[in-house]
């Protein structure tokens, strides 16, 4: 099992930048597939970005060219840097972990269901 706990989030103006880390204990990221999620209210959890066992990545649209998604194995942390935010950026960020059994995890995935392990958020709120 593993264990995630996010930091980094806060109060922001548009247009501003903000960095989201994520660190892990209880076992190594290293052939895991990595995720960030993000859930505001009332809306379901989507996928902002994933992150491959060999550092391969994928982006949700919305945040494409805005935000980057980085892991350093060594450390078990997981970030996920934000440029340019936008008043609709605004959530609950979560780190996700999948569980591909000691596997390289080649392919990330954006959907909640691929994911067995998740931190307990951080918030990120963006003023127009």
């Known amino acids: 099992q593993v264990q995630l706990m996010e930091s980094g989030g806060g109060a922001v103006e548009a247009g501003r930048s903000l960095r989201l880390s994520c660190a892990g204990t209880?076992?190594?990221?290293?052939?895991?597939?990595m995720g960030w999620f993000r859930q505001a209210p009332g809306k379901e959890r989507e996928g902002v970005a994933g992150i491959a066992s060999d550092g391969g990545t994928i982006y949700a649209d919305s945040v494409k060219g805005r935000f980057t998604i980085s892991k350093d194995d060594a450390k078990n942390m997981l970030s996920l840097q934000m440029h340019s935010l936008k008043p609709e950026d605004a959530s609950m960020y979560y780190c996700a972990a999948a569980d591909s059994g000691f596997r390289p995890c080649r392919t990330p995935a954006l959907v909640v269901g691929f994911y067995e392990y998740w931190g307990q958020g951080t918030q990120v709120t963006v003023s127009s």
């Open positions: 209880g076992s190594t990221f290293s052939w895991r597939c």
